[in-house]
């Protein structure tokens, strides 16, 4: 099994789980804080029981520790970004219909748009209210202002990325560097947590700049994965997306590379209904094209600069888990088709 050190996948995931545990554990407990609407609290505690996300505040510990901090300091904002991520999470459901999303209900399909919309915005707002109290609390106010600023420029990447790719629905015309742009934006959690989590550690500027963009890169893999995964339509949701959604990058890249797949693509979105067929059309499209391919040299080009900013680390063993994790990211990219 691949290793970096003395660690290998399995024992990767492992990591990262136990990193991110403790903030799992309290996000349910901030997310109902001072909440008193019995339905509310309903909501709530059903987000509580799909969020599980431990690998956004694994990056903010391991940020914090690559830059000589302890790993716990990074507690408040590994809380601060998981809240706002599934606030995000609630309210991208919305804009994309999405009922059921990896073979589980959402909270728009449990309840309906109005009541989904406004736990979004309450997580959202409590992800700022509960880094100003742990940082008050911590006596680091020194830092607060880098944080909150930290916290307003990704909501509002996320934002910019979510309203972008509005236009992008059914539409072949978008070019794949605005699409790849979109792509871009909408990994500013990553970069958020990668971010926060060196500024909390007392990292340089330099240092919280690498580990920044070194987040950023491993979301950015993240979500050439997941275009990946629906054009294969792995979960049985490209028809959904193709409906709702932008057009998945290998999909939209084979559209460009000729006037018949573009017509033939097209063909297949101005269906009233996508059927396996279609899939399988869209498919031979991808692979004829070399779409996959086309993905696979962005992510490799996308890991060489992410090792570029690994360099400018000190050697610890945060470091070598970050290695780890972009090689990881790059064999997950690879696999697809696979």
Known sequence: MPKSGDLDYEELTALLEERGKEIIEKFGEAATLGVSNSDLLSILADVKAYWKDTYRPALASLACEAVGGQPKMSAGVSLMVTLAAAGIGIHDD??????????????????????????????????????????????????????????????????????????????????????????????????????LGAIIGGGSQSEIQALGEIGRRLGFMSRLADDLKDSLNIEGSLPHRLEYESIPLPILFAAKSSKNKFSEIRLVLEKSSIDPSDVRKLLECCFDTEAFSYVHAIAKDNVIEAKKQLRLLKRCRARTVLKLMIQKSLVEVMSLPG
Do not use: P
């Open 94 to 195: 919305i804009i994309d219909n999405s009922s059921n999303k990896h073979f589980r209900m959402t909270i728009l399909g449990l309840y309906n748009r109005d009541y989904a919309l406004l736990a979004g915005d309450l997580l959202i707002v409590k992800g700022l209210t509960t880094v100003q109290e742990l940082l008050s609390r911590n006596r680091q106010l020194d830092k607060l202002k880098d944080v909150i600023e930290t916290y307003q420029h990704f909501l509002i990447e996320v934002c910019e990325a979510e309203f972008n790719e509005i236009s992008c629905r059914k539409n072949l015309d978008t070019e794949l560097e605005n699409y790849l742009g979109i792509l871009w934006k909408s990994t500013a959690d990553t970069e958020a947590c990668t971010r």
